[in-house]
């Protein structure tokens, strides 16, 4: 930002330079002053200019499929705090509510950069009645970000209904936005996905969510294909976020958690929805950017695992 910053301020030095010959109508060079001014002018216009630039280049609403808490809602308000809208879509419509409230106080936007819609994603005919009401081309960016409470356990000890609601919840909720969303996107608009690094950093007791991630990845890569060049898609793939998800657990046990993991991690902390936000508003902003799984992790995939008699995820009992 400083070199840019240098740049502006040579070209407008450049700009007002005063030319061999140029003078005044009474016959005297342009005052210091005047030409002070008039950088002062330029330089104005071109942050303007800039500043416009930019903000062209960011999407201007997006739909977040799973808004209502968590990395959804942070990646909401990243669509809001860059100037654009939002509609929240999650089952609950209060917890909607909430969120939408929560997104204007952040980001001190206008009612209008906020909207929701209670749709349950992992129905196909409820989610192909929500696209069919939908303005074509009044939304540049599809976010999905929901996901079930993931079972964990042995796999042969799971109830397999518990680990194919996962996949309905997480994969095929994703693969009915994609169907049916996408085809009421704006041009150059662009899909991001949420997975994670448990697809190929698995951990003990995480198969359901771990097959479940890698299915998010295959479909990522292959509708960067079929729906390219108009669409980019791309997935971003967390690792350990502190969400809502684990405010069930007693509070012991949560931070027992979260300390051993942190403690495992380069960075030493866990992820926070905002890192996710981030990620995600980037994904769906770069211009040359699809079929990418992107990492966000704090380091995960070459973090050093807790010891597993301190860590209550390695007990089994997750």
């Known amino acids: 930002m400083r070199r840019l910053a240098r740049s502006l301020d040579d070209l407008c030095d450049s700009l007002t330079a005063p030319c061999p010959g ?3 109508a009474s016959g005297h060079e342009l005052p210091q002053k005047t030409r002070r001014v008039q950088k002062n002018m330029i330089m104005h216009v071109v942050a303007s200019f800039l500043i416009a630039a930019a903000a062209a280049l960011s999407p201007n609403s997006a739909i977040v499929v799973g808004g209502s808490s968590g990395m959804g809602k ?11 809208r939002a509609l929240l879509v999650s089952r609950n419509a209060d917890r909607l509510q909430r969120a939408r409230e929560e997104i204007l106080h952040v980001t001190g936007a206008d009612g209008a950069a906020v909207d929701t819609a209670a749709v349950d ?3 196909e005919a409820a989610v192909a009645a929500f696209a069919a009401g ?3 081309g009044a939304y540049d960016a599809l976010v999905v970000s929901a996901a079930g409470r993931a ?8 109830d397999v209904a518990d680990a194919r609601g996962m996949m309905d919840s997480k994969f095929w909720t994703a693969w009915h936005c994609a169907k049916y969303v996408a085809p009421v996107l704006a041009d150059g608009g662009s899909i991001t996905f949420v997975a994670g690094v448990l697809n190929r950093r698995p951990g003990k007791n995480c198969a359901p969510l771990a097959a479940t991630n890698g299915a998010l990845e295959g479909l990522t890569r292959s509708l960067a294909l079929d729906l390219g060049p108009r669409l980019r898609v791309n997935c971003m793939s967390p690792g350990f976020c502190d969400t809502e998800r684990f405010d069930h657990m007693p ?3 949560k931070a027992a958690m979260l300390a051993n993991t942190a403690a495992s991690l380069p960075l ?3 992820g926070e929805p905002a890192d996710m936000g981030a990620a995600i508003h980037y994904l769906a902003s770069a211009p040359f950017v699809t079929g990418v799984v992107l990492d966000v992790d704090g380091g995960h995939g070459v ?3 807790a010891d597993a008699a301190t860590d209550p995820m390695r007990r089994g009992d997750g």
């Open 251 to 253: 509070a012991e046990r």
């Open 268 to 270: 030493q902390r866990v």
């Open 134 to 136: 939908l303005t074509s």
């Open 151 to 158: 079972p964990h356990g042995p796999v042969a000890e799971l």
């Open 74 to 84: 942070a990646a909401a308000a990243q669509f809001v705090k860059a100037g654009g």
């Open 303 to 305: 973090r050093q695992y």
């Open 121 to 123: 994603a992992a129905d």
């Open 22 to 24: 140029a003078l005044t």
